[in-house]
């Protein structure tokens, strides 16, 4: 074996003092290029930080619940004889990770691991980052109301992943299995997940009712009206969930909707699908969607801003970096095209076609889900007609689009079929007001109108 590498915590995003969730090896194991070796987990994501070689763990130095920052040293590694050497080597070794003191970044080792994203990174030369599907944050565990004396779900408890003696144990606590996720080798449940689960509950229930100024929902044994069955939801979601309801609660939401006639859009998609498909890309309407954003944000720039944190100054942002919402197995996630109004249409569409597959395999980077000005959430290839969606805070609007349908429409004296498209503009009301807004979503929709101005 050769000399042993530093494997270091890779560039995550700027988050610092992340949460190390898991740890996924052990000194002595044999590892393989791109074998998860830790679970960490920010404000967004969880992420695996891969083995960025084959070899043999001679040291770890991590434990879960450490936090660590990009630099942080992970493990020492002895590389197999077939790998190559490292490229560089830090100058000055981070601080143990293993203390839960701030970690400093240093420079990565030898094809150090890469940018991980909210569920994970891609698959070149950089290591491969993937979701945590079997590390669970014990932290969140339990659902929102129960309390230790709430009723146990016999069913889902003997149905639970456990040892005897740690279903002994939960039962002398009145913990329920049921909702307890587990932390241990293929999802088994361990004490410390049924403490941490304990602890949970009893921490929410010291909190007053008045904590949020919102009463709370009333808590139901639903498993009393029949048989149920309890399903954690994924990582993504609850980080999700967590950020929107915070978005919710804290922007003054109003939606203004318009309709869009992209007739020309699509008889103009239609004329250049030879040369798109030369070019390797599929122009969907998407891609002109974004072109369109573009103009309409650079003629009204309040709409590509965001309060600072005294609330009481707007930040200009000079650069146009357009995030869309991706539904993908694991949940909701926002991929963002840096400098948009920088790419051409078919570099726009060949981004977009690129971080929308990364999003579905669970492989996007940190970074490309980070710095969007405005994000549009495009629900036109399920359906619907106009919905409300959620700002992307400290964003200050976000459009809905729905799906495409003909419409009658007059012009010139008759009735004419033309496609249109539905548009709902959330926007936050303590930047934008509504007239402002409707000047934004009439403005749009005539961008879309005109296709030469969006090629």
Same mark, same amino acid.
């Given at each position: 074996?050769?000399?042993?590498?530093?494997?270091?915590?890779?560039?995550?995003?700027?988050?610092?003092?992340?949460?190390?969730?898991?740890?996924?090896?052990?000194?002595?194991?044999?590892?393989?290029?791109?074998?998860?070796?830790?679970?960490?987990?920010?404000?967004?994501?969880?992420?695996?930080?891969?083995?960025?070689?084959?070899?043999?763990?001679?040291?770890?130095?991590?434990?879960?619940?450490?936090?660590?920052?990009?630099?942080?040293?992970?493990?020492?590694?002895?590389?197999? +004889? &077939? =790998?190559?050497?490292?490229?560089?080597? !830090?100058?000055? *070794? #981070? $601080?143990? %990770? /293993?203390?839960? @003191?701030?970690?400093?970044?240093?420079?990565?080792?030898?094809?150090?691991?890469?940018?991980?994203? +909210? &569920? =994970?990174?891609?698959?070149?030369?950089? !290591?491969?980052? *993937? #979701? $945590?599907? %079997? /590390?669970?944050? @014990?932290?969140?565990?339990?659902?929102?109301?129960?309390?230790?004396?709430?009723?146990?779900?016999?069913? &889902?408890?003997?149905?639970?992943?456990?040892? !005897?003696?740690?279903?002994?144990?939960?039962?002398?606590?009145? @913990?329920?299995?049921?909702?307890?996720?587990?932390?241990?080798?293929?999802?088994?449940?361990?004490?410390?997940?049924?403490?941490?689960?304990?602890?949970?509950?009893?921490?929410?229930?010291?909190?007053?009712?008045?904590?949020?100024?919102?009463?709370?929902?009333?808590?139901?044994?639903?498993?009393?009206?029949?048989?149920?069955?309890?399903?954690?939801?994924?990582?993504?979601?609850?980080?999700?969930?967590?950020?929107?309801?915070?978005?919710?609660?804290?922007?003054?939401?109003?939606?203004?909707?318009?309709?869009?006639?992209?007739?020309?859009?699509?008889?103009?998609?239609?004329?250049?699908?030879?040369?798109?498909?030369?070019?390797?890309?599929?122009?969907?309407?998407?891609?002109?969607?974004?072109?369109?954003?573009?103009?309409?944000?650079?003629?009204?720039?309040?709409?590509?801003?965001?309060?600072?944190?005294?609330?009481?100054?707007?930040?200009?942002?000079?650069?146009?970096?357009?995030?869309?919402?991706?539904?993908?197995?694991?949940?909701?996630?926002?991929?963002?095209?840096?400098?948009?109004?920088?790419?051409?249409?078919?570099?726009?569409?060949?981004?977009?076609?690129?971080?929308?597959?990364?999003?579905?395999?669970?492989?996007?980077?940190?970074?490309?889900?980070?710095?969007?000005?405005?994000?549009?959430?495009?629900?036109?290839?399920?359906?619907?007609?106009?919905?409300?969606?959620?700002?992307?805070?400290?964003?200050?609007?976000?459009?809905?689009?729905?799906?495409?349908?003909?419409?009658?429409?007059?012009?010139?004296?008759?009735?004419?079929?033309?496609?249109?498209?539905?548009?709902?503009?959330?926007?936050?009301?303590?930047?934008?007001?509504?007239?402002?807004?409707?000047?934004?979503?009439?403005?749009?929709?005539?961008?879309?109108?005109?296709?030469?101005?969006?090629?």
């Amino acid at each position: 074996m050769a000399s042993p590498i530093e494997v270091l915590v890779p560039d995550i995003g700027g988050f610092k003092d992340v949460n190390v969730i898991d740890v996924l090896v052990k000194n002595g194991q044999q590892v393989e290029k791109e074998t998860p070796l830790v679970t960490i987990e920010t404000e967004k994501a969880a992420m695996d930080v891969p083995s960025p070689v084959a070899g043999k763990i001679a040291e770890v130095k991590l434990k879960t619940g450490d936090k660590v920052s990009e630099g942080s040293l992970i493990l020492l590694l002895e590389p197999a +004889a &077939a =790998a190559p050497a490292p490229v560089d080597k !830090p100058a000055d *070794k #981070p $601080a143990d %990770a /293993a203390s839960p @003191a701030e970690s400093k970044p240093a420079p990565k080792a030898a094809a150090g691991a890469a940018a991980a994203g +909210a &569920a =994970a990174a891609d698959t070149s030369a950089q !290591p491969v980052a *993937k #979701p $945590a599907a %079997a /590390a669970r944050d @014990a932290s969140t565990q339990g659902t929102a109301r129960e309390t230790p004396s709430a009723p146990v779900d016999e069913k &889902a408890f003997s149905n639970a992943h456990a040892s !005897p003696s740690v279903r002994k144990f939960a039962r002398e606590l009145g @913990a329920d299995l049921g909702h307890i996720q587990g932390t241990g080798v293929k999802g088994r449940i361990t004490q410390d997940d049924v403490k941490a689960h304990v602890k949970t509950l009893l921490n929410a229930a010291s909190r007053p009712e008045t904590g949020t100024g919102l009463p709370r929902v009333p808590v139901v044994d639903f498993s009393a009206f029949g048989d149920i069955e309890v399903k954690p939801l994924s990582r993504i979601q609850k980080i999700s969930g967590a950020r929107l309801q915070a978005s919710w609660l804290n922007l003054p939401h109003v939606t203004q909707h318009e309709d869009a006639d992209i007739s020309d859009i699509e008889a103009a998609r239609g004329a250049m699908k030879d040369k798109a498909t030369q070019a390797g890309v599929r122009l969907t309407p998407l891609v002109f969607i974004i072109r369109a954003c573009i103009l309409a944000l650079k003629e009204f720039p309040r709409f590509n801003s965001s309060l600072d944190a005294s609330g009481e100054n707007l930040v200009f942002k000079k650069y146009f970096n357009i995030g869309f919402a991706a539904d993908t197995p694991n949940g909701l996630v926002v991929p963002v095209i840096p400098h948009a109004d920088q790419l051409d249409t078919f570099e726009i569409a060949g981004t977009l076609a690129s971080l929308s597959e990364k999003a579905r395999a669970g492989k996007l980077k940190a970074a490309e889900m980070h710095g969007g000005s405005f994000t549009i959430s495009s629900l036109g290839g399920i359906g619907g007609t106009y919905f409300t969606p959620i700002i992307n805070a400290p964003e200050v609007a976000i459009l809905g689009v729905s799906k495409a349908t003909l419409k009658p429409l007059y012009e010139r004296g008759g009735f004419i079929p033309r496609l249109m498209l539905p548009l709902s503009l959330s926007y936050d009301h303590r930047v934008i007001d509504g007239a402002e807004a409707a000047r934004f979503v009439v403005f749009l929709a005539k961008a879309l109108g005109d296709v030469k101005a969006l090629l």
